[in-house]
């Protein structure tokens, strides 16, 4: 961990360019280095290249400067109200987890690690955070965890005597939200990527000087741009990415709205259904979905069908000690959309495949259920 923490710190200062990895991984590590050309010539002010975890299989590396790294950090912290220590709870190789430790070692504290290399166990939290250094504390959590925590009760009560859990990586659902903010859990809610260093909307308002914008907005609905001094400088060796076409700002996949100075995302471009001709975002169901109560997680994708073209499927994981029926998850939907996005299936499954910091293996569903 020392030597680690040794090239983390020369990271913050930029006098070296790292690649992180997993650790353990033997193939995706060659997998990263050879897709990113690690060992190959950089620019010199390039002080990270992360890899993104995006849909598509092929890994985009974001390229960040010692600058970029600055300002993200400066942000959360003044945001959060001020430095403090911060507990890594969360994959080291992605942004969320490496910014944990990249902001923690800037304010001057050693990090406080958890080791989730066999899996997420909320216990583990309760005496770890009594290690955390610092006049304040910190975590950061994908949804998928904060499921975990809330089903135990000594983790509950740990964590609300910290200072903020940043909840990001994927959208947090809004019943889930509701349930951490009864138990008394400091929870923000992040939104950013890879591209834009991590979290730079934190409950849907955007960090100082992060700027947001709706990229050909239709009903008040467009791409999400963010511009800012946390931006990349784009992908490697990939100098001419559309999504980098503005000089610094990150157009993103994702559709938003802003509403008040508050920015919703209600799905994305590339994940659309096509069903019987309409269009269906799988996010917009997945809210309504949750809206039952023996529902804990939901994701929903687009199968083919002969009739449609694509049908909507709801794939879901029961809330602890619940029965999910098929029928009641549709009388949810039906009863809050129209009935072309009503699931045509419901399937219990015991997890969700993960891809990234939490976010749902669409890929990995389609799949295994087409």
């Not at 620019?43 to 600058?67: F, I, N, Q, R």
């Not at 859990?185 to 849907?204: A, K, Q």
Request: net charge negative.
């Amino acid at each position: 961990m020392l030597r680690a923490t040794d090239r983390l710190r020369a990271v913050v200062d930029g006098s070296i360019a790292a690649l992180p990895v997993p650790a353990g991984d033997s193939r995706e590590t060659e997998r990263l280095t050879t897709a990113l050309a690690a060992g190959e010539p950089v620019d010199d002010e390039v002080a990270l290249v992360v890899a993104t975890s995006g849909s598509t299989g092929v890994p985009k590396g974001a390229m960040h400067t010692a600058a970029t790294l600055a300002a993200s950090a400066a942000a959360t912290q003044e945001r959060l109200g001020g430095p403090g220590g911060w507990l890594l709870a969360l994959p080291a190789h992605h942004i969320a987890g490496l910014q944990v430790l990249l902001r923690c070692l800037r304010a001057g504290f050693t990090p406080t690690v958890i080791d989730v290399g066999g899996g997420f166990d909320p216990a583990a939290l309760v005496a770890a955070l009594d290690r955390v250094d610092g006049p304040r504390r910190y975590t950061s959590l994908v949804p998928t965890q904060l499921v975990k925590v809330l089903d135990d009760p000594s983790a509950v009560a740990a964590l609300r005597e910290v200072d903020a859990i940043l909840v990001g990586g994927a959208a947090t659902p809004a019943p889930l939200q509701a349930r951490a903010v009864d138990a008394g859990l400091p929870i923000v809610r992040t939104y950013g990527m890879s591209e834009t260093g991590g979290g730079c909307v934190y409950d849907g308002i955007p960090l100082p000087g992060v700027r947001i914008r709706l990229d050909a907005p239709v009903d008040g609905v467009g791409r999400v741009a963010l511009s800012g001094p946390m931006v990349a400088l784009g992908y490697r060796n990939r100098p001419d990415h559309p999504a980098f076409a503005q000089p610094g700002e990150f157009l993103t996949d994702d559709l938003g709205r802003v509403d008040d100075g508050v920015l919703s995302i209600v799905g994305r471009a590339d994940e659309a259904i096509t069903s019987g001709g309409l269009t269906v975002v799988p996010q917009v169901v997945e809210a309504a979905v949750l809206a039952d109560p023996t529902v804990a997680e939901c994701a929903v994708v687009g199968l083919p069908d002969e009739r449609l073209g694509e049908k909507v499927v709801a794939v879901v994981v029961a809330a602890k000690g619940a029965e999910v029926r098929a029928d009641s998850v549709q009388s949810a939907v039906r009863e809050r959309l129209d009935r072309i996005a009503v699931p045509r299936e419901v399937v219990v499954v015991d997890a969700l495949p993960l891809r990234g910091p939490g976010k749902v293996d669409r890929a990995a569903l389609r799949a295994r259920f087409a």
